[in-house]
């Protein structure tokens, strides 16, 4: 326990330098240092200690990142030197010309030094940083004028709030913000099965997210910030790109220059280097963690950037070599609808097989009534396609001269398409819901969320299965399935003596679980798995969350009026709470949030997991970090071991290389018992 005001405001301050330097190894230098947990403990302890002393809080703690109220509106902004743009060139003939009409402008055959750097795919921002502290950011607007977006740049926990190193007094750096292909993926997840419109690609995901006028919303989501190019300077002279990006190393900020191990942005000496570069960033492209659409060529030397000047808005020193979108065309055969679990409706497109950028696409979603309006996607209609983030298929357009005249635009049905029951589009929403509690989709929905690994995590009971128990009516609500038998489960369709005890057992052993895994099953309406955490650590009972009112849910640490009327909504329903007394009754036992006196015989370990294991790689990671190691995904000389399953790959092969233990299975049993 820290005592005294002199004693709390030291450890303040260490825990402020420790989750800085967490930070930036985590998310500058990829090299994270300590687990998630550990990092959350730290962070947690710096909340309370902040929340005992108000009159201690600074406006540089880390915990100020998620602080800021909502806005009315962004401020407007004059940027010191205009963002420009860039000019596009489509083809290797086109860098050829632009090389050579800069030799033309200089008046000399020699070759040109570049810097070659990818064109990330996000929104230009610019950080503004005065004696070293972060006390601007401003979008690009229209290149003249942007909005202030700080409270929101400074939820993102790459950018720094203050410089590292020797910085000078004014420092500008444009760069992009960008949300990375795998937080994507896992955002839209969460936003689905939250009930929550998902984005069509990171980029828009990105920029929804940092023009939210509520920067706790900002705060949740996932962003990362690339530096590339200075605004104004003062008191510092940089003499090229290659230097500017290792200035911006230097001070602590986030750039591309490496990924893994291939150099993402270096110095080309002429135009064959340059394209080389181009070709090999062109065949990484779905490898990297992010989207890029091309390469920006930029001459290195910022003395000669100087003379080349501007044409119009864009420097004549540098072009985005662009790469082809990915696309095909194909045909809508259907627009159909699925029932998600929360009732939303959502429209998907059916389409002829297509290959694109090396997979078959045949569906791709269409969100809801007003993106079908907007596209205008009528079944019949020809269309481009192309995966969003390289991942997630997507119509980009309608080819409006092939629509067949008899093509009628789309309509939501006013009924459910499972159930039949009336749906229902709440004023100022995107999304249509079915409202019948008892529709099958909803139940089968909620059933596979409430069975998920994440959630309940019983493992047997896989879609199929679950569909087959509503339809045979063994199983309509959660508690219905702690009560069913063996015998019911054998006499479903393809059921064997073995596969239905596997079942019963693994049923039997969910019965163990969280508070967090229990309230985020319940599947309440925009309670996600992080929102369902903190209800559990701060009600720490059952009783006390279903007690619970709109008021003090307001106290919990991201909970906002939204998420809390929703809860209290569902709370207030009797079947709910029924519902729920039925689970207890059935023998689920929650296990109190754990503290972390136990006993870490992994501390200071790193553990990679590698092939396949018995358990699932997600839960083996808690329980490493739970023990006080942490798990990283590459092995390098500081792992301290490999743990290899069934056909374990190239991670087993590094570590024999580098003669890093391995462990199998029972030799990390050995190892944490
Ligand atoms: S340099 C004058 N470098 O491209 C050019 N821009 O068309 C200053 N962009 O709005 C920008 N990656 O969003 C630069 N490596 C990169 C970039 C990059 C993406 C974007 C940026 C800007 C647009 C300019």
Known sequence: MTTGKSGVKKRLNELRALIREHDYSYFVLDRPLIGDFEYDQLFAELVALERDN???????????????????????????????????????????????????????????????????????????????????????????????????????????????????????????????KKDFARLNEQQQEAGEVTFANPRNAAAGSIRQLDPRITARRPLRMYGYAPGVIEGLTVKSQADWYERLASFGLPTVATEGKKALAKICEGLDEAVGHYENILKLRHELPFDIDGVVIKVNSYPLQDRLGAVARSPRWATAAKFAPEQATTVIEEIAISVGRTGALTPYAVMTPVRVGGVTITNATLHNQFEVDRKDVRVGDTVIVQRAGDVIPEVVEVVLNK?????????????????????????????????????????????????????????????????????????????????????????????????????????????????GRFIYALGVRFVGEQTAKSLATHFKTIDAFLETSESQLLEVEDIGPKVASSIVDRLGDSGFRKEIKKLIEAGIEIEKPKKTSGKQPLKGMNIVITGTLPVPRDEIKDQILALGGKSSGSVSKNTSYVLAGDEAGSKLDKAQELGVPVLDWDGFQKLIN
């Open 54 to 180: 108000p009159d201690l809080v600074t406006p540089d703690s880390p915990t100020q990142r998620i602080g800021a109220a909502p806005l009315e509106s962004f401020e407007k902004g004059t940027h010191r030197r205009p963002m420009m743009s860039l000019a596009n060139t489509y083809s290797v003939d086109e860098v050829r010309e632009f090389d050579e009409r800069l030799k033309k402008f200089l008046d000399s055959d020699k070759p040109i030094t570049y810097f070659c750097e990818p064109k990330f795919d996000g929104l230009a921002v610019e950080l503004i940083y005065e004696n070293g502290k972060l006390t601007g950011a401003l979008t690009r607007g229209d290149g003249v004028v942007g909005e202030n977006v700080l409270s929101n740049v400074k939820t993102i926990r790459s950018v720094p709030l203050f410089l590292k190193g020797d910085y000078p007094s004014l420092l500008e750096v444009r760069g992009e913000i960008l949300m990375l």
């Open 403 to 515: 629509r067949p005249p008899s093509a009628k635009k789309f309509k939501m049905p006013s009924k459910c398409p499972v159930c039949d029951h009336e749906v229902v589009l709440p004023e100022g929403e995107a999304v249509t819901r079915c409202v019948n509690v008892f529709c099958p989709a909803i139940i089968n929905e909620s059933l596979k969320h409430f069975a998920s690994r994440r959630a309940m995590n019983i493992e047997k009971l896989g879609d199929k299965i679950i569909e087959q128990m509503t339809e045979h009516k063994l199983v309509q609500t959660f508690s219905d399935l702690y009560r069913i038998t063996k015998k019911d489960i054998l006499t479903l369709p393809r059921q064997g003596d073995l596969s239905a005890q596997n079942l019963i057992d693994s049923i039997d052993t969910s019965r163990n679980t969280s508070l």
